[in-house]
Each structure stands twice: as C-alpha cells, then as structure tokens.
C-alpha cells in the first residue's frame, strides 16, 4: 500500500511574484532532481520536465536514472513504479490525489481474491495499476508493448489480463490469444463512442482517426491506426496526412502541436456533452504543487518492502522485454 507522511501543500507559501519555473530549476538542480512527466500532463509541466513520455517511457527513465530524487508529474501508479525501481531514492509526486480510475477500481485485495478462480493462468496486469496489484503479477505490460508481452508467454499457457479489458480486447485481436479479463476500464477513453466519433469523421472526411487501445472496440475498428500515446505521437510525425482526430486524453496534443505544427489536430469529442476529454487525476498537479514538492519533499512515495520486492521482478520482467 502507499503510504504518505500527512502532508498538506501549503500553497499560500508561495510568493505569488514568485518566478515559479526558475525556482523549480534552482529546487531541481540543489536537489539533484529529476523532472519526468506524463504526455497528458499540462503543458507548461511539460515543458519544464527533463522527461516527457508514455509509462513504458518513464519506467525506463525511472530505472536508469542517476538523480537522488524522482519528481514524477503523472499519477500515482505512475510514481510507485518509480519507487519500485528505485527503493533508496526519494519519489515524490506534486499531488498524491492524482490517482487512476482503473488502478483505484482494481485494489490488491480485490484482485487476489478474484485471481483464486484461476489457479492456472498466468498474470500480465497493464501498469495502470497499483504495486499490490503489480506484486500479484507474472509480468507487467504497457499499452506499448502488450502485445510483445503476451506473445512472449508460451501458447499452452492460460493468461489472465488486467485491470483495462478494452486494451485486453486489443491484444487478444491482435495476438490471437484468449485470455480472462477483469472488467476494468478508464473513465477517460471509455467515454470515446463510435457514434460521435463516426460523426467527427463525417465532418473531416481527410482526417485520420488515431486511438489508444483503452478505447472500447467499436472505436479502434473505426481507427486508421491505434497504438499507445507515445506510438500516436509518431504516427502524427510520421504520416503525410494534414488533419488527425485524436482519441486520447488531449494533454498530448500539446506535444503533437509541436511536432506537427502545420497539422489539424482535432481532439475527439467525449460523450459527456463537452468537446475535450481530460483526464482529472493527471490535471491535479500543477507548477505551484511541482514546486512545493521539490521543495519540501512531499507528498513521498513509501512503499511496503515486502511488497515492492514482489513488485520489482514483473516489472524488470517487462523492462527487458522493452
């Protein structure tokens, strides 16, 4: 379980004529910091990282740096990664509330008492998910390399996959292989439908249609291609197309803009009555919190020894799996 020393971000602390990036540089550099965040982080924080990636992307960086401490603009899934990778450095994350709809909804208890109905089966859990669930697993999977995952365990073997089952779909289809899903999703992408999505490509009929696996079925076979954040980034590069429709939280277009910035980027329009689709948890942290946790070296990520040792060798497992 994570755990936290109470610690409340003390935001009035802050001059507000404070130049907050300059002090997040000085913070980093006397701290011998490292700045890593997530594509769907706001873009001034992502301007300002030393790193911006997917989570197979991070957990990389995370695993092969030298810095004493790990400032993780992300969410909290995002963060333990880190810690399990790096159990004598801190990690600290500028908000601890900044969670995940399918870790929060698949919980350790909760996923070890389901998993006793097959006894057989080996388990590939997406990284979206918390470090009991991690220390539960054979093997952890990106959204990036979740086909190579499973392709790597052997065909007699029966998988179970968790917690997203839109991206479990996804890589049965493209793997052949059946496994036991549990029935988690992401309350971002399951908001994406194919009868908007069919109605924003009737209004731009040259735009291509990009989605991540976490969208339900009937979006990504509507999908000129479909793949991770980091693999929708360069396809964008990549394409010789001028407009794109974009089914994924929208923080990464700001990397798309920049990019591809004589592109049409179009964020694909959620079923929740509003044009954009955000991601609330990735939202949460902000440059004043990014400061305030450079600076006071909280909200920390602590993690069960015990725990984070079962954690670690899925996940190594995965890392040299690439």
Known sequence: MTTAAPYVPDLESLDPALDLRAEILR??????????AHYYQEPEIQDLADFVGDSLQLAQQAASTGADVIAFCGVHFMAETAKILNP?????????????????????AAFGKWLEQYPEHEVVSYINCSAEVKALSTVICTSSNAVRVVESIPADRKIVFAPDR?????????????????????????QFTAKRVAAMQAQHPGAKLIAHPECD?????LADFVGSTAALLRYVKESPAGSFIVATEAGILHQMRKARPDAELI?????????????????????????????????????DEGVRLRALEPVQRMLALG
């Open 166 to 190: 839109h991206l479990g779909k996804w890589v049965m289809q493209q793997t052949g292989r059946d496994m036991v899903l549990w029935p988690g999703f992401c309350i971002v992408h399951e």
């Open 88 to 108: 004598g450095k801190r990690v600290v994350i500028p908000d601890m509330d900044a969670g995940c709809s399918l870790a929060d909804r698949c919980t350790g």
């Open 267 to 303: 964020a694909a329009p959620a079923d929740s009555g509003c044009n954009c689709s955000l991601c609330p948890y990735m939202k949460l942290n902000s440059l004043e919190k990014l400061c305030l946790a450079l600076r006071d070296l909280q909200p920390e990520i602590l993690l």
């Open 27 to 36: 913070l980093k550099r006397s701290r011998n910091a490292v700045i890593l």
């Open 217 to 221: 079925a009937t979006v990504s076979r």
